[in-house]
């Protein structure tokens, strides 16, 4: 059957994370989470992993953007741009302050049945990630997080609590965000957010960030498959950050080289949404003589507990070349990077590419045959205000059109079974890589900076009404 227009229930919308946007870091019971524990950094400086709340520090998630308080605005900000869905975590510090608690904390969890009640009440269905790099710190203190396999129990403990308490307002849900981030696994930040680890103070780095994804894959089918007890009608995705990884020519090795790498972060969408390891990933670890833990029943818990799709974000496109060092595993690049000259890079060197995100989407379908969901995609970028103080973001524009024309022609051409898009940062909030204010992706301009300053205040950028005219006219107008 061809398909001429995009599909009247596709889900328009937005996405954050609870961290990086709620605040009231200490409000409402809650403990405190890793990202409470994380100074501000920026281009260039890296995020510090504190011991605890420090003196001295600055910790821009402590407030964020206010969102615990001010969520009615901003979800009816969200309303009037015609949102049909937002995606939001929940932080299980509020929910579970230790996370080795035996009962839920009631009034983190009224929070949430606020915040839904006020959602549906205009419309909007809420997705909502599990797990969104905001693990309770005292796990990774007491338990040396996700590497100790009592956290699959916690974790499994806290999903179960709101996937029956929301079974009858949320439908679609995400195991891990961006779970694979934690294959470069040399970059500190990307272990400790995913999984409270910091892989390169253990003595096999790559053998704990195995292990570390064997515990989150049992945890995730596990919650996956009582998910669907609780209630049949839940869609239960898993969560990869997607960088296509380019040959940088068409010299076979470069080819080759592309298709490892790659394979090094499929492995993750792989296991969640085929239920078992892949071969390249099994003889890598009998090559490189790897013992990951296992128990008996983990096999068939994986295979009994698969994902209902892919939600992936989608930022920028990489390029490698074999035989270089290249620039190697950093933020925005992987063994053997290299600038690819074709495209352009934002300010903070995330190469643009909006064919790249059409690709991603025939290539992830083609593997597994699922439906896909893009949760994230978007420009970080530093806005001026104009004289009258209106913030004309044509840039932003210009990057989400034309990752949209291309999202379009995934659906429309190639055929390609999409459930939705969500901006990322549809309001402004705190980076997760730099933990700025000034890093900015929002339609909604918050109006807070990295030296401290602002009021909260709320506005609409240029964005606003042109998102507003995309989501009218499903898609027509962009
Ligand atoms: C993804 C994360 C988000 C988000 C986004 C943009 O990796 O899932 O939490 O923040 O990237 O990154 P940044 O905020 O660093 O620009």
């Given at each position: 059957?061809?398909?001429?227009?995009?599909?009247?229930?596709?889900l328009?919308?937005?996405?954050?994370?609870?961290?990086?946007?709620?605040?009231?870091?200490?409000?409402?019971?809650?403990?405190?989470?890793?990202?409470?524990?994380?100074?501000?950094?920026?281009?260039?400086?890296?995020?510090?992993?504190?011991?605890?709340v420090?003196?001295?520090?600055?910790?821009?998630?402590?407030?964020?953007?206010?969102?615990?308080?001010?969520?009615?605005?901003?979800?009816?900000?969200?309303?009037?741009?015609?949102?049909?869905?937002?995606?939001?975590?929940?932080?299980?510090?509020?929910?579970?302050?230790?996370?080795?608690e035996?009962?839920?904390?009631?009034?983190?969890?009224?929070?949430?049945?606020?915040?839904?009640?006020?959602?549906?009440?205009?419309?909007?269905?809420?997705?909502?990630?599990?797990?969104?790099?905001?693990?309770?710190?005292?796990?990774?203190?007491?338990?040396?997080?996700?590497?100790?396999?009592?956290?699959?129990?916690?974790?499994?403990?806290?999903?179960?609590?709101?996937?029956?308490?929301?079974?009858?307002?949320?439908?679609?849900?995400?195991?891990?965000?961006?779970?694979?981030?934690?294959?470069?696994?040399?970059?500190?930040?990307?272990?400790?957010?995913?999984?409270?680890?910091?892989?390169?103070?253990?003595?096999?780095?790559?053998?704990?960030?195995?292990?570390?994804?064997?515990?989150?894959?049992?945890?995730?089918?596990?919650?996956?498959?009582?998910?669907?007890?609780?209630?049949?009608?839940f869609?239960?995705?898993?969560?990869?950050?997607?960088?296509?990884?380019?040959p940088?020519?068409?010299?076979?090795?470069?080819?080759?080289?592309?298709?490892?790498?790659?394979?090094?972060?499929?492995v993750?969408s792989?296991?969640?949404?085929r239920?078992?390891?892949?071969a390249?990933?099994?003889?890598?670890?009998?090559?490189?003589?790897?013992?990951?833990?296992?128990?008996a029943?983990d096999?068939?818990?994986?295979?009994?507990?698969?994902?209902?799709?892919?939600?992936?974000?989608?930022?920028?496109?990489?390029?490698?070349?074999?035989?270089t060092?290249?620039?190697?595993?950093?933020?925005?690049?992987?063994?053997?990077?290299?600038?690819?000259?074709?495209?352009k890079?934002?300010?903070w060197?995330?190469?643009?590419?909006?064919?790249?995100?059409?690709?991603?989407?025939?290539?992830?379908y083609?593997?597994?045959?699922?439906?896909?969901?893009?949760?994230?995609?978007?420009f970080?970028?530093?806005?001026?205000?104009?004289?009258?103080?209106?913030?004309?973001?044509?840039?932003?524009?210009?990057?989400?059109?034309?990752h949209?024309?291309?999202?379009?022609?995934?659906?429309?051409?190639?055929?390609?079974?999409?459930?939705?898009?969500?901006?990322?940062g549809?309001?402004?909030?705190v980076?997760?890589?730099?933990?700025?204010?000034?890093?900015?992706?929002?339609?909604i301009?918050?109006?807070?900076?990295?030296?401290?300053?602002?009021?909260?205040?709320?506005?609409?950028?240029?964005?606003?009404?042109?998102?507003?005219?995309?989501?009218?006219?499903?898609?027509?107008?962009?």
């Open positions: 059957m061809t398909q001429q227009q995009f599909p009247q229930d596709f328009w919308g937005g996405a954050v994370a609870a961290h990086q946007v709620e605040g009231g870091w200490d409000q409402g019971g809650k403990g405190i989470s890793i990202c409470d524990v994380l100074s501000g950094g920026s281009h260039g400086v890296d995020r510090v992993m504190t011991d605890g420090q003196p001295g520090y600055s910790y821009p998630n402590h407030e964020a953007v206010d969102f615990y308080h001010r969520y009615k605005e901003d979800v009816a900000l969200f309303a009037e741009m015609g949102f049909k869905c937002f995606r939001t975590s929940i932080a299980w510090t509020r929910i579970f302050p230790n996370g080795d035996l009962e839920p904390n009631e009034a983190g969890l009224q929070f949430y049945d606020d915040l839904f009640d006020e959602l549906l009440k205009h419309g909007i269905e809420p997705v909502i990630t599990l797990s969104h790099f905001e693990m309770p710190w005292h796990l990774v203190k007491q338990y040396g997080g996700w590497l100790n396999r009592k956290v699959v129990d916690f974790f499994v403990r806290f999903s179960e609590v709101v996937l029956r308490r929301y079974q009858h307002k949320v439908k679609y849900w995400m195991t891990f965000n961006e779970i694979n981030n934690q294959r470069t696994w040399n970059y500190p930040l990307f272990g400790y957010c995913c999984s409270g680890v910091v892989f390169t103070d253990h003595e096999k780095p790559e053998q704990a960030m195995y292990q570390v994804m064997h515990h989150q894959f049992v945890a995730s089918a596990k919650l996956v498959e009582l998910g669907h007890r609780i209630n049949p009608d869609q239960i995705g898993c969560m990869i950050a997607m960088v296509p990884i380019y940088f020519s068409c010299h076979p090795d470069d080819v080759m080289f592309a298709q490892e790498a790659m394979h090094r972060r499929y993750f792989d296991v969640q949404m239920g078992y390891y892949p390249y990933t099994l003889n890598e670890w009998a090559r490189k003589g790897y013992h990951i833990e296992m128990e029943e096999e068939a818990t994986l295979r009994n507990g698969c994902c209902d799709y892919i939600g992936f974000s989608y930022y920028m496109s990489n390029a490698v070349q074999a035989n060092k290249g620039e190697g595993d950093s933020i925005t690049g992987f063994e053997g990077s290299v600038p690819n000259p074709h495209v890079a934002s300010d060197g995330w190469q643009i590419d909006p064919v790249g995100l059409r690709y991603s989407l025939n290539i992830l083609e593997r597994y045959q699922k439906p896909l969901f893009i949760v994230e995609n978007g970080g970028a530093i806005d001026k205000p104009n004289a009258d103080g209106f913030i004309e973001d044509d840039y932003r524009i210009d990057y989400l059109s034309a949209i024309e291309q999202m379009k022609k995934a659906v429309l051409e190639d055929g390609v079974d999409l459930m939705g898009y969500t901006p990322w549809c309001i402004d909030c980076s997760f890589t730099t933990g700025q204010y000034n890093k900015r992706y929002g339609f301009h918050v109006d807070k900076n990295d030296d401290g300053t602002g009021t909260m205040a709320r506005s609409k950028k240029k964005s606003f009404a042109w998102y507003q005219q995309v989501i009218a006219s499903n898609g027509e107008q962009l």
